[in-house]
C-alpha cells in the first residue's frame, strides 16, 4: 500500500515503536492510540447503555444481559485474535501482507510499542456498529442496552487488559498468571493461548497448552530471543 511506511519483517520482536504510515496525520492521529483514548470514547458508552438497561428491564434481567454481554466480548476477542489477526498472509500477495501488518503483525514485531496495544477508535467505533445493528434487530431496544453495555465494558476490559500485561507489573497471582499468559503467546507459542481478558475460550477450545519443559540434557536458552510469528 503506498501510503505505508517500509516494514520488512525483523529476525526477533523489536524495542521501540516504528512508524506506521508515510502520511503524518495519519501516522500521529490514526495509528498511535493510548488507554485514555480508549476509556474517554467508550466508558461514556458503556456507561449510558447500561444505565438505559437498568430503566428497560428488571434488575435480575438487565445484570443476566450485561453478563451474557461480556462473555460475548470475550468470545469475539478470542475469535479475531486467532482466526483473524492470526490469519497467514498468502505469501505472494502484497496486499494481504500488508493488511496483515497493519491489523497485528506490528504488535508481534514490536511488542512493547505503547501506542500500538490498544485498538484505534476508528476501528472499535467500525466494530461496534458491525455488532451493535444486528444485536438491536435481534434482541429488540428494550434488551440491546443492557447487552451493548456488557459488550462495551468487555471491550474496555479487553484493551486496559492488554496494555497492562505488557506495561504495568502485576501485584496478584491472578495478574501474574494473565501476564505469562499472554507473553507465552508472543514470545513462545504464538500459534496458542489467543485469549487476553480470560484463558477461558483456549481451555474451552484446546489451545491453552502448557509451556514445553526442556529435556534434562537440553540447557535453556535463556539468552536467545524467541521469534513471535505473526
Given at each position: 500500500?503506498?501510503?505505508?511506511?517500509?516494514?520488512?519483517?525483523?529476525?526477533?520482536?523489536?524495542?521501540?515503536?516504528?512508524?506506521?504510515?508515510?502520511?503524518?496525520?495519519?501516522?500521529?492521529?490514526?495509528?498511535r492510540?493510548?488507554?485514555?483514548?480508549?476509556?474517554?470514547?467508550?466508558?461514556?458508552?458503556?456507561?449510558?447503555?447500561?444505565?438505559?438497561?437498568?430503566?428497560?428491564?428488571?434488575?435480575?434481567?438487565?445484570?443476566?444481559?450485561?453478563?451474557?454481554?461480556v462473555?460475548?466480548?470475550?468470545?469475539?476477542?478470542?475469535?479475531l485474535?486467532?482466526?483473524?489477526?492470526?490469519?497467514?498472509?498468502?505469501?505472494?500477495?502484497?496486499?494481504?501482507?500488508?493488511?496483515?501488518?497493519?491489523?497485528?503483525?506490528?504488535?508481534?514485531?514490536?511488542?512493547?510499542?505503547?501506542?500500538?496495544?490498544?485498538?484505534?477508535?476508528?476501528?472499535?467505533?467500525?466494530?461496534?456498529?458491525?455488532?451493535?445493528?444486528?444485536?438491536?434487530?435481534?434482541?429488540?431496544?428494550?434488551?440491546?442496552?443492557?447487552?451493548?453495555?456488557?459488550?462495551?465494558?468487555?471491550?474496555?476490559?479487553?484493551?486496559?487488559?492488554?496494555?497492562?500485561?505488557?506495561?504495568?507489573?502485576?501485584r496478584?497471582?491472578?495478574?501474574?498468571?494473565?501476564?505469562?499468559?499472554?507473553?507465552?503467546?508472543?514470545?513462545?507459542?504464538?500459534?496458542?493461548?489467543?485469549?487476553?481478558?480470560?484463558?477461558?475460550?483456549?481451555?474451552?477450545?484446546?489451545?491453552?497448552?502448557?509451556?514445553?519443559?526442556?529435556?534434562?540434557?537440553?540447557?535453556?536458552?535463556?539468552?536467545?530471543?524467541?521469534r513471535?510469528?505473526?
Open positions: 500500500m503506498f501510503f505505508l511506511a517500509p516494514h520488512p519483517v525483523p529476525e526477533t520482536p523489536q524495542p521501540g515503536s516504528p512508524r506506521m504510515f508515510r502520511v503524518a496525520w495519519i501516522e500521529r492521529y490514526l495509528s492510540v493510548r488507554p485514555w483514548h480508549v476509556v474517554t470514547v467508550w466508558a461514556p458508552v458503556s456507561l449510558y447503555c447500561l444505565w438505559r438497561g437498568v430503566h428497560a428491564l428488571p434488575p435480575l434481567g438487565a445484570l443476566g444481559l450485561t453478563f451474557v454481554g462473555l460475548t466480548w470475550t468470545l469475539l476477542e478470542y475469535t485474535h486467532r482466526f483473524l489477526f492470526h490469519l497467514a498472509p498468502n505469501p505472494r500477495s502484497e496486499l494481504q501482507q500488508d493488511l496483515h501488518f497493519l491489523l497485528h503483525r506490528v504488535h508481534h514485531d514490536y511488542p512493547m510499542d505503547p501506542d500500538r496495544l490498544v485498538m484505534p477508535p476508528i476501528i472499535s467505533v467500525l466494530l461496534a456498529v458491525l455488532i451493535g445493528l444486528p444485536s438491536w434487530l435481534l434482541l429488540g431496544p428494550l434488551h440491546f442496552w443492557s447487552f451493548f453495555g456488557g459488550l462495551t465494558a468487555g471491550y474496555l476490559w479487553y484493551d486496559l487488559t492488554h496494555y497492562a500485561t505488557h506495561h504495568v507489573k502485576p496478584t497471582a491472578l495478574g501474574r498468571a494473565q501476564k505469562a499468559h499472554h507473553m507465552l503467546h508472543h514470545f513462545q507459542t504464538p500459534e496458542l493461548r489467543f485469549g487476553i481478558t480470560t484463558p477461558l475460550w483456549d481451555w474451552v477450545f484446546g489451545t491453552h497448552a502448557l509451556p514445553k519443559q526442556p529435556k534434562p540434557d537440553e540447557a535453556p536458552e535463556r539468552d536467545k530471543p524467541l513471535a510469528t505473526p
